[in-house]
């Protein structure tokens, strides 16, 4: 006999308390039997028409639901905030920490015993990783899966990655405004996540990587039917989980993240993992820093998608998905549990490759080193970041003179100006977008090229900025720069003219001024004016920590496991 269910402080109780849980619930046609004590799974949902990557996520919790009954569970479905990344302004990123503290909240205040977590689009996947990893039930996750590939013009475009490209096609003048909005509608044609290796694909994977999900949980779509199968399966294996006491931290450990950094590099994926499972392991006490990420930094490239090549999601998984690339790394991978109870290892097995164009073999790689590189200097004293893979190999190592954007709207207003005083050795500067200056930390690092170099075709440049960039985003582009300008960081002190050293082979973000002048700078610098006084934002900007600790409130660092012994009535 296991130790007492969590459910039965809710629903084993013989007096008001009891009938009050139980006879509520009762009025949606539970019968008496479900309330025996059984595994009671919440199915923590981040379904919205606001957030159309999640818009299948009730369809898939309707699959956890049979596994959940099929395997003697009860299974009980409730919602989340949800975060459309391609809606929210100023940025999702905002509001990741205010829904892992709905995930928290809403796990800890309820009666489950374990929990699913539905989710898909770029920051619904961690906000609801960081939550439940603050209460430490039995977890597991079924990701709303990718897009089918999109198709313009009898070829495949993929999601963001293209919208870069066109967007400064029509800069350039080489594509029409009117092919420019046909794309639209080819490019997002089924439910589901971005199909390029973007951030929802990335954290996905990493998911899988770090054992989180059932094996081929990240790449297949949205709309395969196999995924509903996987949502079933998973419903199943949560009731197991609970039977065997199988927390989160029992599955993601320091070895797991590790496991997910090296995964991260192979499929070429997100900057923003970066931040994300810095904060995960916040929540977990695990001691994980911005250096960590350096051992990433040798793993070749294996997965060939958009932007770092050339595929689409769709195309991954038909090449046999994240279990092949865990095949191919067996050798560099932790030892670590996982959701089924076992070993990472057993992901891989019978892993068979059916394209290995779209999933190089270890031996024959797309690009020899391809993890993320951590960047320090006295332009970036607590680190900053680039993702080699996605850049241009001799913008790698660069000196040159800056041009500062002081903020979003100095760049809006005079990035298209004819007589900007830039060539293509500028080192593009963007101050304001870090979590507290925007606030929120947004996607807008990969700044455009500006209009009369795009027109020269100029498609890269050196760029820094204290912002993120979409996963889906490519170019030399310097992110994350802490600590940020609006909190004192040097990137405020940097004035148009300077010089500033990139070498992303050493590690490097110099900023060529003498420290007496940038004493003088500081002594006359001054904070923005914040942009809310009021309601959660201030609370973000009041709490936010910088991008090396993850961005996640302060907090919010760490996990408060204890029972809630309280009752309402
Ligand atoms: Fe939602 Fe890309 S915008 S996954
Ligand atoms: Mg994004």
């Not at 479900?34 to 957030?51: A, H, K, L």
């Not at 990344?85 to 015993?113: C, H, W």
Request: charged share 20%; aromatic share 6%.
């Amino acid at each position: 006999m296991t130790k007492t269910r969590r459910n039965r402080a809710w629903y084993g109780k013989l007096d008001k308390d009891g009938f009050i849980h139980r006879s509520w619930m009762k009025n949606q046609g539970f019968p008496d039997h479900v309330f025996d004590g059984r595994p009671v799974i919440g199915i923590c949902n981040t379904w919205s028409e606001f957030t159309p990557c999640n818009s299948g996520l009730r369809e898939l919790a309707e699959g956890v639901k049979r596994g959940v009954w099929e395997a003697g569970g009860f299974p009980v479905e409730f919602p989340v905030m949800s975060l459309g990344e391609t809606q929210m302004k100023p940025t999702a990123m905002l509001f990741r920490n205010l829904l892992a503290m709905d995930v928290e909240e809403s796990i800890r205040a309820y009666g489950m015993d374990g929990v699913v977590l539905l989710g898909g689009c770029d920051k619904t996947t961690p906000g609801q990783l960081m939550g439940a990893a603050s209460v430490d039930l039995p977890t597991i996750v079924v990701s709303a899966g990718p897009m089918l590939n999109g198709k313009w013009k009898g070829r495949d475009i993929g999601s963001g990655t293209d919208v870069w490209k066109f967007s400064e096609a029509v800069r350039a003048g080489e594509m029409t405004l009117q092919d420019f909005m046909a794309a639209e509608s080819g490019m997002s044609r089924s439910k589901g996540v971005c199909m390029t290796m973007g951030t929802a694909s990335t954290m996905a994977s990493l998911v899988e990587a770090m054992g989180m999900s059932l094996p081929l949980n990240a790449a297949l779509p949205a709309v395969d039917s196999r995924r509903m199968a996987l949502a079933h399966m998973t419903g199943g294996r949560i009731v197991g989980m609970v039977e065997e006491e199988l927390k989160f931290s029992d599955v993601v450990t320091r070895a797991s993240l590790e496991n997910a950094i090296l995964a991260n590099a192979a499929v070429g994926g997100s900057t923003n993992a970066v931040v994300h499972l810095l904060a995960i392991a916040g929540r977990l006490g695990l001691d994980l820093s911005l250096d960590d990420f350096e051992i990433g930094s040798e793993v070749p490239l294996l997965v060939n998608c958009m932007p770092s090549g050339q595929y689409l999601m769709e195309d991954f998984a038909y090449a046999g998905g994240m279990p092949v690339v865990l095949k191919e790394l067996a050798s560099l991978l932790r030892p670590a549990r996982t959701v089924l109870g076992g070993d990472i290892s057993a992901y891989a097995e019978g892993a068979e490759c059916y394209n290995d164009d779209v999933i190089r073999p270890f031996a024959n790689p797309l690009k020899p080193a391809s993890g993320v590189r951590v960047l320090r200097g006295n332009l970036a004293p607590d680190g900053a970041i680039i993702k080699p893979s996605a850049a241009t190999a001799h913008l790698l190592e660069h000196e040159g003179e800056a041009y500062v954007f002081e903020n979003i709207e100095d760049l809006k207003a005079n990035i298209d100006r004819e007589d900007l005083p830039v060539t293509p050795d500028t080192v593009l500067v963007l101050k304001g977008c870090g979590p507290k200056g925007y606030p929120g930390m947004p996607e807008v690092g990969n700044m455009p090229i500006p209009a009369r170099l795009v027109k020269q075709g100029v498609r890269d440049m050196v760029r820094i900025s204290d912002g993120r960039m979409s996963g889906t985003a490519f170019g030399t582009v310097v992110l994350h720069v802490s600590p940020e300008a609006q909190a004192g960081g040097p990137l405020a002190l940097v004035k148009t003219g300077d010089r500033v050293r990139l070498s992303a082979s050493q590690g490097a973000l110099e900023l060529l001024v003498d420290s007496a002048e940038l004493d003088r700078r500081r002594a006359a610098w001054q904070p923005d004016p914040p942009h809310y006084t009021r309601g959660y934002a201030k609370l973000y900007v009041d709490h936010v920590m910088q991008a090396d600790r993850g961005a996640d409130l302060d907090f919010l660092v760490g996990q408060d496991t204890r029972p809630v012994t309280r009752e309402s009535h």
